[in-house]
């Protein structure tokens, strides 16, 4: 049976509303060149979703490490909810990622190179879960990075240059 477009616009503006953005870190882009990416799911207490919800995380600080067959958010600032009680929990605690046990060896194995490691990169709420996106990054040297800006820089003026050659 198909969907008529109707029903299939009304999915897509569901999924949109499902999807919200909490935080992101665009330093990570910055810093790194990302390899792999992965959705994990966040094991968090109650205070730590309300706190979410009003959008009070950081990311900038940051990691992924794995220890014993699991993997752990660490350095992410979930601030305390502002409506907390002495149940409020503490803003930089580890925080457990949900993953595939394959998922996890495969990052283990990674990370153990020289130079990898494993960033967030964003974190939201997808159908009511609270999701983080991470990635396996590689450590950009000083030149790395200037070269990235420079080509941007370059990118950008052509754009504009193209755009006031077709306004002529």
Known sequence: MSETRRQIR???ERDARDHVLVASNRRARHDYHLEDTFEAGLALTGTEVKALRQGRA???DGWVAIEAGQAWLE???ISEYSDGTWTNHAPRRRRKLLLHRLEIRQLGVKIREKGYTIVPLSLYFSRGRAKVEIALAKGKQEWDKRQTL??????????RAMAHRDWL
């Not at 420079?150 to 754009?159: F, G, L, S």
């Open 58 to 60: 950081s990311l900038v």
């Open 10 to 12: 009304d999915r897509k």
């Open 75 to 77: 350095g992410v600032h």
């Open 150 to 159: 420079r080509e941007r820089d370059d990118n950008r003026e052509a754009e």
